[in-house]
């Protein structure tokens, strides 16, 4: 159903467009980037489910080839927002399941990137470090940041900080990132303050 209203949508306002007034098109735009967002979250919610169910392995992982692919997907999903992103890894392999790393570092990357969009000059820093026999990744941004008393609140699923016409998004990216900590027997937290950035840590066990 969601592909027929998107799509008869799309074909209204390519065969027919010359006969809508102003009001008409922008309530077909309307209809077109709501059917956009539903679909995205019908994915997020996919994948979220998925999580409890999909199996994990554990296999070496090159970090810097991930993040650097990782990178050029999620800056080509951001209306072509740019950051300076620089890696300080200390270790460049981490033994964890590649799937699940790639879940949780592409939605802290996207998150960096949208919240630090309105800033003069973003910068994005990804660390990797070993503490106490695990493997500590973080990803910190130079963005709007936020409060802390909410920091629990942010990992929970449909939770936004934010209006979605400020920032778009389904709510559910953090959740996702959380979950799939969790598959990995790890953890995550974050540390931010309004208008200070934010970093965001995942701690793996090796």
């Known amino acids: 159903p969601l592909r027929g209203i998107d799509g008869y949508s799309r074909l209204l306002l390519e065969d027919y467009a010359n006969r809508l007034d102003d009001d008409g098109l922008r309530f077909l735009q309307t209809i077109r980037q709501a059917a956009t967002h539903m679909g995205t979250l019908i994915d997020d919610l996919l994948t979220y489910s998925r999580l409890e169910r999909r199996q994990t392995t554990r296999v070496p992982v090159d970090l810097t080839s991930l993040v650097n692919t990782l990178v050029e997907q999620v800056q080509g999903g951001q209306d072509g927002h740019k950051a300076d992103i620089r890696l300080e890894l200390e270790c460049t392999t981490l033994m964890t399941d590649p799937d699940a790393l790639s879940m949780i570092l592409r939605n802290l990357l996207g998150n960096a990137l949208k919240f630090s969009a309105t800033v003069p000059a973003p910068e994005i820093v990804v660390r990797t470090e070993r503490r106490n026999g695990n493997s500590l990744l973080s990803v910190r941004d130079n963005g709007i940041g936020f409060d802390m008393r909410y920091h629990d ?40 303050a309004p208008g200070a950035g934010a970093t965001f840590f995942v701690e793996l066990p090796q």
Do not use: M, N
């Not at 449909?158 to 953090?174: K, S």
């Open 153 to 192: 609140r942010i990992f929970e699923i449909f939770q936004r900080l934010h209006r979605a016409e400020e920032y778009p998004g389904t709510g559910v990216g953090l959740a996702i990132v959380r979950k799939a900590v969790q598959r990995l027997d790890g953890r995550v937290w974050a540390e931010s």
